[in-house]
């Protein structure tokens, strides 16, 4: 009859903000009651969620899954020299045995640290590897192909042409889109503008257009990319996306740390979603984007920990921290409070992704994707507020439950669907092979 999680704190994350305490019953892959169980139910399982929150598991919106065999190999670089010098090579060294090993490696850190969901950007080449592997990893995810076909140090292996790159997009949608139950999507992914000639961005937009795909991209991330931007094209990074046809509410940005008061005011007027990664933003040097300001105008934030090579980590809980008190620090204490950044962690991602119909919310007929965080440990008391305590306290060792489509796929540190130690054994043997290349 399905799984029972019992006498829980629910963090429902509706539009009334409705904390719930009681029971919350998952028939299938779905969210069949919250608050109280019907008495003719006989649950196949019961979790014991008592002292515990049980809230939307976290969706990242900007992550690399092929950089996490990267992690330590690319540190304490600027941008454009981290990119040129060390992650572009390191992409183009990528076999699809390693894109698995890494994908896997990330699926196991996110979920077994209450991350259900990513939106993720990988690497030109041998994407099916990466939508395969994530076939049995339980993992929520959107994906794309990187398109490059211009840039300064570039490996030729990244060059790929407009018309090469659309048609192997598009057929990896045909395969992929919809797979593992509805789990896997596919999006289109330009890597920024100074990696992406006029023609693949007016050919991205037309295919976003015709195809209803989403569109991931980076853009104001740093101001020595913005400069050369501005020099290559006359515009800011914004602008010249709305001039090559991909300003709409399908185009998803990354970072926008350095956007002009004019870009504010076109991501808003287009709906562009923002993706904010501040731990990635501070260990590049890259500055804290105005997240105050763009919530006032509307504009819909959510949270990514970008990849392994430049945060190094891939855990929420560091990202809603670093997100309220880099806020705190610009605009005073409050200015983004803890509530807000739990939304921008589940419902916000829900949003950026098109599936705030099915995920980021705890309610009837929603998916049952969740996470159960203990508050047991000393470092939760006296727990009086239950977003504060999520933000300001919680660590990803707190998370003992994933469920993802109404299986539990993490559980006090295991996971459902493979040994923790040979992931970390398969990763480090696939890193070295990789690395050995470069």
């Known amino acids: 009859m399905g799984l029972a999680l019992r006498n829980a704190t629910i963090l429902t994350m509706n539009d009334a903000g409705d904390v719930v305490t009681g029971d919350l019953w998952i028939e299938g892959d779905r969210i069949a009651a919250v608050g109280t169980i019907p008495p003719e139910v006989t649950p196949d399982t019961t979790i014991d969620a008592g002292g515990a929150l049980v809230l939307p598991g976290f969706i990242q919106t900007h992550i690399h899954l092929c950089q996490t065999l990267f992690r330590g190999a690319a540190d304490d670089l600027p941008l454009l020299a981290w990119l040129r010098d060390r992650i572009w090579p390191m992409e183009a060294a990528h076999d699809p045995a390693t894109l698995a090993a890494s994908a896997r490696l990330a699926a196991a850190e996110l979920l077994l640290s209450g991350t259900t969901t990513a939106f993720t950007m990988e690497t030109v080449h041998d994407t099916d590897a990466v939508f395969d592997a994530l076939t049995s990893t339980h993992l929520r995810a959107t994906i794309g192909k990187c398109l490059m076909n211009s840039g300064e140090g570039v490996p030729r292996r990244l060059f790929q042409s407009t018309a090469a790159g659309i048609d192997e997009s598009l057929a990896l949608h045909r395969r992929w889109h919809g797979a593992a139950g509805g789990r896997l999507r596919a999006a289109l992914a330009p890597r920024f503008a100074l990696s992406c000639t006029r023609d693949l961005l007016e050919a991205t937009a037309a295919a976003s257009a015709a195809h209803g795909l989403l569109v991931h991209t980076h853009a104001s991330e740093q101001r020595a990319e913005i400069d050369l931007v501005r020099r290559e094209t006359g515009m800011d990074n914004i602008a010249y996306f709305a001039a090559v046809g991909l300003g709409s509410p399908r185009l998803c940005a990354a970072h926008c740390v350095w956007p002009t008061d004019a870009e504010l005011q076109l991501i808003a007027e287009h709906q562009i979603k923002v993706m904010h990664c501040p731990g990635c933003n501070l260990k590049l040097g890259s500055g804290v984007a105005p997240i105050v300001e763009m919530r006032a105008r509307g504009i819909d934030v959510s949270l990514g920990a970008d990849g392994a090579a430049c945060n190094n980590s891939l855990d929420m809980f560091h990202e809603m921290r670093l997100a309220a008190t880099l806020q705190a620090m610009r605009a005073g204490p409050g200015a983004l409070p803890a509530r807000d950044v739990v939304w921008m962690a589940t419902r916000g991602g829900a949003r950026a992704l098109g599936l705030d119909?099915?995920?980021?919310?705890?309610?009837?007929?929603?998916?049952?994707?969740?996470?159960?965080?203990?508050?047991?440990?000393?470092?939760?008391?006296?727990?009086?507020?239950?977003?504060?305590?999520?933000?300001?306290?919680?660590?990803?060792?707190?998370?003992?439950?994933?469920?993802?489509?109404?299986?539990?796929?993490?559980?006090?540190?295991?996971?459902?669907?493979?040994?923790?130690?040979?992931?970390?054994?398969?990763?480090?043997?696939?890193?070295?092979?990789?690395?050995?290349?470069?």
């Open 357 to 438: 119909h099915e995920i980021g919310t705890i309610a009837e007929g929603f998916k049952a994707d969740l996470i159960v965080v203990d508050q047991q440990g000393l470092h939760h008391q006296p727990g009086r507020d239950p977003y504060g305590t999520l933000v300001y306290a919680a660590r990803p060792t707190d998370v003992r439950v994933t469920i993802v489509d109404g299986e539990v796929v993490a559980h006090d540190g295991e996971l459902s669907w493979a040994d923790v130690d040979e992931i970390r054994l398969n990763a480090a043997d696939a890193a070295a092979r990789l690395l050995a290349k470069i």
